[in-house]
């Protein structure tokens, strides 16, 4: 009880610099929430363009036009918002299919560079990107740039890495190393299907 009586004593004594602390408090939380909901807002104008984009993209035919408008607003609000990364790689596939390669190493670049800026959260989406640019880069010939990518930690497709250094293997005709792989990416599949593809590469194999 003397305790509390002396803690009143104080405070009666200091309750200016009390109040100032309170208000500082105060203040700085305020901040903190009046930033949080901007983070927020823009992160749903964003969300909102994206899906607009997406939905008419699912109707119909790529727009490229279109494409670059929706960008750019996106840029404006976030030029480091995860909807560019998703936009840049609807576009890298767009540009492969129309046989833009280079175009669809920029797009992919760029987002690899947004996607080096976020958390953990978001490596699946790096791991994506990563096995793009790999399959680019074997279609290429480029095996060199294909492996330095393929170096780099896969959580979530750690499996896909297995098979494509499994390919890269077997273009280089190092099939005994290309085997064992195919067998690593088949002891961690779940996928039916996959292994069905798997076992598929590894029949082709010359011993």
């Known amino acids: 009880m003397n305790f509390l009586n002396k803690i009143y004593a104080w405070i009666l004594k200091n309750y200016i610099k009390v109040i100032v602390f309170l208000l500082i408090i105060g203040f700085s939380y305020g901040i903190y929430l009046y930033f949080y909901y901007m983070d927020e807002k823009k992160d749903q104008e964003a969300g909102d363009l994206f899906l607009n984009f997406y939905n008419s993209y699912s109707a119909s035919d790529f ?15 976030d030029n480091a918002s995860i909807y560019l990364v998703m936009l840049k790689s609807i576009y890298a596939v767009e540009s492969i299919e129309s046989n833009d390669i280079q175009k669809a190493l920029t797009e992919l670049s760029n987002a690899r560079e947004i996607l080096s800026s976020k958390g ?50 077997a273009i280089e005709k190092k099939f ?30 010359i011993d």
Not at 63 to 77: A, F, L, P, T
Not at 147 to 156: V, Y
Not at 191 to 200: A, R, S, V
């Open 63 to 77: 727009n490229e036009q279109e494409y670059k408008i929706v960008s750019d607003k996106i840029s404006q609000i």
């Open 120 to 169: 953990n959260e978001f490596n699946f989406l790096k791991e994506i990107i990563d096995l793009r640019m790999v399959n680019i880069f074997i279609d290429l010939e480029d095996l060199e740039r294909a492996n330095n990518i393929l170096k780099n930690t896969f959580t979530t497709y750690q499996t896909n890495k297995l098979i494509l250094q499994g390919d890269i293997s």
């Open 176 to 205: 005994d190393e290309a085997k064992q792989k195919y067998i690593y990416a088949l002891e961690r599949s779940e996928n039916e299907t996959q292994k069905n593809l798997i076992n598929l590469k590894i029949s082709t194999l």
